[in-house]
């Protein structure tokens, strides 16, 4: 089912992992054209061009530092350029610590912050411009398990950031609602990523469900909170954990 078709996207940190499943797996949907964003050049690259071997969608890369506003201009600015609009916006760019309190420092708690809270309300804000004049639009932010529970393995500041961009996503719904815009998250648990290899912690035997997503887990939520089957949804964190976490 192609629930996507011809819609625009742009997906930062969707040079590898949960982002670059998400850019495809959007493009599988129908998504017609998708702007990868990623300060990972190279990777980037490849992103889109498997993106278009595979799916036929137009692929557009453009380096972006999320933390960094006239980058973030700059991207919505390329995607303007490239298709006129943008449907959907996958905040996904982030970076995880495991600092314990005495390790974590001002700078530990600046970088994590800029980059998982402040470049998803840069990213938001720039999509929200767009968005609120056509009046429709999807923003879906990437929330984290550690942001529910207070972490497992995860630094303090990587827990705070993500119990942030959870209060972000009811704040923005709030406020883009009256636009025909929706902003919901996703709730990652145990994802096995680059990112996620240093967490020795990953017991499949920890899991209700009995094994460890891999990114096509969260990317196949995200295509839901994308789609108009999702049309009545907003401000809500869908947790994906397997069962780990349950509100």
Request: hydrophobic share 45%.
């Amino acid at each position: 089912m192609r629930l996507l078709e011809g819609k625009i996207a742009v997906v930062t940190g969707s040079a590898k992992g949960i982002g670059a499943q998400t850019a495809l797996t959007l493009a599988q949907h129908g998504a017609s054209g998708i702007a990868v964003a990623d300060v990972m050049e190279e990777a980037g690259r490849e992103t889109c061009r498997r993106i278009e071997a595979e799916t036929g969608a137009r692929c557009l890369f453009v380096r972006t530092d999320v933390s960094n506003r006239e980058d973030v201009d700059g991207l919505f600015d390329a995607a303007l350029r490239r298709w006129g609009t943008v449907d959907i916006l996958y905040n996904c760019a982030g970076i995880v610590t495991t600092n314990t309190l005495v390790q974590s420092d001002e700078a530990a708690w600046d970088r994590v912050m800029d980059i998982n809270l402040k470049g998803t309300f840069l990213c938001s804000r720039a999509a929200y411009a767009i968005m609120k004049e056509k009046r429709s639009g999807r923003i879906i932010n990437t929330a984290s398990i550690s942001g529910r529970i207070g972490g497992i393995a995860s630094g303090v500041e990587y827990i705070a950031s993500k119990g942030g961009v959870i209060a972000l996503t009811k704040g923005l719904a709030k406020k883009a609602a009256q636009y025909g815009i929706t902003v919901n998250a996703v709730s990652p648990g145990f994802v096995l990523t680059d990112m996620a290899k240093n967490f020795s912690h990953f017991d499949p035997a920890s899991v209700p469900l009995g094994y460890i997503a891999g990114p096509a887990e969260i990317a196949d939520v995200v295509v839901f909170l994308a789609s108009d089957l999702s049309r009545y949804m907003t401000g809500c964190t869908l947790d994906v954990t397997g069962g780990v976490y349950m509100s």
